[in-house]
Nanobody, 119 residues
Framework: QVQLVESGGGLVQAGGSLRLSCAAS????????MRWYRQVLGKQRELVAR???????YYTDSVKGRFTISRDNAKNTVYLQMNSLKPEDTAVYYC?????????????WGQGTLVTVSS
């Protein structure tokens, strides 16, 4: 069984910073792309950032210059450093990864972590 476990969410004032972590565990052969999504209640889940196994990066426009995605391949862990946070960044943040496990290719999701930015 393969799972993603997230940590690092919480309450922060506008202008502050948080760092999210997401670790993949289980029977893993390799982890390819890793992503962070976020979702506000009643809205669609939004792709925030992505990092491939080769280090290629993507950010949605609203977080460019403020958020940084990175990964530690040895630990199968992805991070999201969030700076200059705004109230509109408030959401549940989900980790997502493409994993090769026991000759199967899986897309797995974390349980979500709540980020609340107060004005």
């Amino acid at each position: 069984q393969v799972q993603l476990v997230e940590s690092g969410g919480g309450l922060v004032q506008a202008g502050g910073s948080l760092r999210l972590s997401c670790a993949a565990s289980g029977s893993i052969f390799s982890v390819n792309a890793m992503r962070w999504y976020r979702q506000v209640l009643g809205k669609q889940r939004e792709l925030v950032a992505r990092i491939t196994s080769g280090g290629s990066l993507y950010y949605t426009d609203s977080v460019k210059g403020r958020f940084t995605i990175s990964r530690d391949n040895a630990k199968n862990t992805v991070y999201l450093q969030m700076n200059s946070l705004k109230p509109e960044d408030t959401a549940v943040y989900y980790c997502n990864a493409d994993v090769r496990s026991n000759e199967r290719y899986l897309e797995i999701w974390g349980q979500g972590t709540l980020v609340t930015v107060s004005s």
